[in-house]
């Protein structure tokens, strides 16, 4: 892997960004009702609407609009939310931190869960324990967030039962244990959802990885079936397992901000659809660019793992 | 001025306690109250900034009342009650007002409460660069001056009654002078107010913290040590904190989950009839709502007591195209209008339609029951002849587009302190929001003549006037008014609801014995 590489895919992530911030801020251009008209709300008179249009700048071309916040960011400010008056930075920055308390969690559980699931499935091929895997994995699939999270929530947060909070968040800094106790239902919410998915692939490439050559030599040679499922084989199955994890970053965000609002966890997903229902432009912007950035670089990510698992693949 | 010693409104809120106990909900009786706790109370509207002149939801409205004060607060019967004044007078025609301000009120910053920082905030308030909500909500107020430390006078434009409950306007709160000058933007994140409690914290999109103002000016209020407002994306994740005990009190249960809330285990419902009403706005200067035929045809199409049971689940009370019910002083009761299918298919051919009219009629999604009512006004027509088509959409895109531009839409509106506010908001000519554009020069005079008359009998006949030619002419259809619902933990005590549905009085409220210990 060359440094060339890396840089390459730095700027690449880098243009990137710059492309979804100028389509958010076109997108919310289209959007009928602005932030002056969300702020003053069914109080806005025309005087009004125009003094407060003209205080936060709308009243100004998009693409000014757009370069004055562009160089902002570059100077490293995010610029204030027009909603609250508060900074963006610190504010998305924190809430960021507690989605990816969710996301983490979320994906250490279900690389910890799905892969050994999908080896067991495969080596099992169309014995009952593969079926009942594949079955749950259907169900898993065809769940969206937010019917598995709302069952969760009326089910195990329920007055009757009450294993958990049903909503609120606390910091692992005050207090570790209660703060596991919070984000237990929507981590679970989203580990089903992702098992579901990432399993279904380890099987199908294990499937395809047991009928090659190479595991039928090993087999012929007397190697024993455990040592082929788990060094010959999963080794092998491990790429794409890698590709679709990564790709599935972006399905998990698009869930974190589902199992935020649905559980009232204060992330970066209740932030923006705050922001988008207050038309808080640089609020938005912000999240955005933070969502994108964090999937291009967990993508970066994925291509450097595939390089260190198999010594075949180089970057150049 | 005087009060009436029984009016309407307090002979309702008994009745709705009866109804209540008799539904086997507790009524809490008053004992003596423990001073000391923390009250956790659930909001679904998220707070945006502290600055109270510039607030413009329910929870912005809550927490400018817990940081700040007024001159002046509502009671639930609709009267003012003092709050920083203490007495006023005016003179004999109600065009010029004395306020009495208490002595032994002070900022969080130490500093007393003076008739300069009123006259000062009035100032700001009443400047329309500080596009303040409710601006002209408060009265014709001329001119505002200091009398002395701790006195002031208002003069209005004209004669004008109600300006203590006028004053009780939830914006109407007291900055301190010198602060308003310096840095009115820092109001937005650091109050320096002079109410029961003062900030801890401020997340607005989580929690907001409060704690006990130890030099409030009410002795031994506040009761409660912390108060912590907890906000929730929806009003069915509130309720659902509140079942399972997350929360002592949640100010807004949506009809639909109040059943289900309100029977959890050691919680109590409150029920409080108010003014809140959703309408049917129509525009009255184009066709084919400029013709009174087709407005009433409309109105005899709305079977009201079915409205009731199917948009507000039973609580509520039906409408009678007026913006005024019973929990407002002036109420007129009137014969409730029929469900007239056939005479409303005469009018309509009357006027040009007898083939029936098709109309495209809006709802925001914000409040769900918004979209509720228009399907249900649409089905209801059917049977006289309109054709109407119901369209949903975001509440950013219907305040943007079709609220005060629409012609025919729902509308929604809290309860208001006083006939004459919520005329003066909506239904006369230089309405603030004349949406429906009726402009009638007879309703407008009678509405101003009410605002100016000090004698209660003659107002009361003014206001009735207003109401039944309301009712006559439909600018607008208003069908059914909501009750208010919230609930709250049994060991909760001294919360009443308010009908206005804009003031808490949260001093008042403490912890029982029973209450957990956290």
Request: proline content about 6%.
């Amino acid at each position: 892997m060359s440094p060339e590489f890396i840089i390459k895919r730095f700027f690449y992530l880098l243009v990137t960004a710059i492309i979804v911030s100028m389509i958010v801020f076109a997108v919310t251009q289209l959007l009928p009702a602005n932030a002056a008209t969300m702020i003053l709300g069914e109080y806005a008179t025309e005087e009004a609407l125009l003094a407060l249009n003209a205080k936060l700048g709308l009243d100004q071309p998009a693409w000014v609009q757009y370069w004055q916040w562009f160089s902002g960011v570059l100077q490293g400010d995010f610029g204030i939310s027009l909603r609250t008056g508060q900074a963006v930075g610190p504010v998305i920055l924190s809430a960021f931190g507690n989605s990816a308390i969710l996301a983490v969690f979320s994906l250490v559980l279900v690389s910890l869960i799905s892969i050994p699931l999908g080896v067991i499935a495969a080596s099992r091929r169309g014995r009952p324990l593969d079926l009942g895997v594949s079955l749950i994995s259907y169900l898993g699939v065809s769940m969206p967030e937010f019917v598995l999270a709302t069952l969760l929530l009326a089910w195990l947060a329920s007055p009757a039962i009450a294993l958990f909070p049903a909503s609120g968040y606390v910091p692992f800094a005050t207090d570790p244990l209660a703060a596991l106790h919070h984000i237990t239902l929507p981590v679970l919410t989203l580990t089903i959802v992702l098992t579901a998915h990432v399993s279904r692939m380890v099987r199908s490439e294990m499937v395809d990885t047991l009928e090659s050559d190479f595991v039928r030599a090993a087999r012929l040679r007397g190697v024993p079936k455990r040592r082929i499922l788990f060094k010959h084989a999963l080794r092998n199955s491990m790429l794409p397992a890698i590709t679709v994890i990564a790709l599935d970053i972006g399905y998990l965000i698009g869930g974190v901000i589902v199992v935020e609002e649905v559980f009232s966890f204060p992330g970066v997903g209740r932030q923006l659809i705050l922001a988008i229902q207050n038309r808080d432009l640089p609020m938005l912007q912000a999240g955005a660019l933070l969502m994108a950035v964090t999937y291009a670089v967990a993508n970066l990510l994925a291509d450097l793992a595939y390089a260190l698992l198999d010594k075949r693949i180089q970057f150049k | 001025m005087s009060f009436p010693q029984f009016n309407r409104r307090q002979f309702l809120l008994s009745g709705a306690a009866l109804g209540v106990s008799a539904l086997g909900l507790p009524v809490t009786s008053a004992i003596a109250a423990t001073p000391g706790g923390t009250l956790r109370v659930g909001l679904n509207i998220t707070p945006n900034k502290l600055n109270p002149m510039l607030a413009r939801v329910n929870s912005e409205y809550m927490l400018g009342e817990m940081l700040y004060s007024g001159l002046t607060t509502l009671a639930t019967d609709m009267s003012a009650q003092p709050d920083l004044a203490i007495e006023w007078s005016s003179n004999e025609d109600a065009t010029q007002w004395r306020f009495v301000l208490r002595e032994n009120a002070q900022f969080s910053n130490g500093d007393p409460v003076t008739s300069n920082d009123v006259v000062a905030s009035f100032t700001k308030l009443l400047d329309p660069e500080t596009s303040a909500p409710g601006r002209r909500n408060l009265g014709p107020i001329k001119n505002v001056e200091a009398d002395g430390d701790f006195a002031v006078i208002f003069d209005t434009e004209t004669p004008f009654s109600d300006l203590p409950v006028g004053l009780t306007y939830p914006t109407a709160k007291i900055l301190p002078a010198s602060l308003i000058i310096e840095s009115f933007e820092g109001f937005d994140q650091t109050p320096v107010g002079s109410g029961p409690f003062r900030l801890v914290d401020f997340k607005p999109d989580q929690v907001v913290v409060v704690e006990k103002n130890p030099d409030y000016f009410l002795p031994e209020q506040p009761l409660l040590d912390r108060v912590e407002i907890r906000t929730f994306p929806d009003a069915s994740s509130a309720a659902a904190a509140m079942l399972a005990g997350e929360i002592d009190l949640l100010n807004e249960v949506q009809p639909t989950d109040f059943e289900r809330v309100a029977n959890g285990q050691g919680i109590d419902g409150l029920v409080t009839p108010s003014g809140r009403f959703l309408d049917i706005v129509m525009d009255n200067s184009k066709p084919p709502f400029n013709d009174k035929r087709v407005r009433e045809a409309l109105s005899l199409s709305i079977d009201r007591e079915a409205m009731v049971e199917l948009v507000a689940e039973g609580y509520g009370t039906p409408g009678n195209d007026s913006p005024v019910n019973g929990a407002y002083r002036y109420y007129k009761e009137s014969s409730l209008k029929s469900f007239d299918p056939d005479r409303a298919k005469a009018l309509l051919a009357e006027a040009g339609y007898p083939d029936g009219l098709e109309l495209e009629l809006v709802a925001s999604v914000k409040p769900g029951y918004r979209s509720s009512m228009a399907v249900v006004v649409r089905e209801m027509a059917k049977a006289s002849g309109f054709d109407i088509s119901v369209k949903t959409m975001d509440h950013p895109t219907y305040l943007d587009q079709v609220w005060k531009k629409g012609q025919f839409y729902v509308g929604y509106y809290n309860m208001q302190p006083t006939e004459g506010t919520i005329f003066n908001l909506l239904f006369t000519s230089d309405a603030s929001w004349n949406e429906t554009k009726w402009n009638n020069e007879a309703f407008d005079a009678l509405v101003a003549e009410a605002d100016r008359t000090t004698d209660t009998a003659k107002r009361a006949e003014l206001y009735a006037q207003a109401q039944q030619m309301m009712s006559d002419e439909v600018p607008a259809i208003v069908p059914c008014f909501f009750d208010l619902l919230g609930a709250k933990a049994s060991y909760v005590e001294g919360y009443t609801q308010h009908p206005r549905g804009a003031s808490y009085g949260f001093h008042k409220v403490s912890l029982s014995k029973s209450a957990p210990t956290r």
